[in-house]
């Protein structure tokens, strides 16, 4: 079982920065592939960037590529998401996910979910 907390989020005005971080527990952190997805207003929740386990391999979605950047502590068992250059369109709840499926951008194959942080971009 893998409990996921999520932080950072909040209002920025567009072009500015936030970043997002994701506490897990237990003892297993560094096995588990983790991913970062959005839901904004009225959408469907999408995929947004994933890590894996060792934290070498990184892959984002188009979307955010070359403004977002995912890492991970795995002393610290923490997953963090740099956005920058923040646009209007990035506004959503951002949500941490863990699973077992590298590289994967699929909701259904990540097993734990966090509660999500709440991020607001002005215009």
């Known amino acids: 079982q893998v409990q996921l907390v999520e932080s950072g989020g909040g209002l920025v005005q567009a072009g500015g920065s936030l970043r997002l971080s994701c506490a897990a527990s237990g003892r297993t952190f560094s096995t588990y592939t983790m991913g970062w997805f959005r839901q904004g207003p009225g959408k469907e929740r999408e995929f947004v960037a994933t890590?894996?386990?060792?934290?070498?391999?990184?892959y984002y979605a188009d979307s955010v590529k070359g403004r977002f950047t995912i890492s991970r502590d795995n002393a610290k068992n923490t997953v963090y998401l740099q956005m920058n250059i923040l646009k209007p369109e990035d506004t959503a709840v951002y949500y941490c996910a863990a699973g077992r499926s590298a590289g994967s951008v699929k909701i259904y194959e990540y097993n734990y979910w966090g509660q999500g942080t709440q991020v607001t971009v002005s215009s």
């Open positions: 890590i894996s386990g060792g934290g070498t391999r990184t």
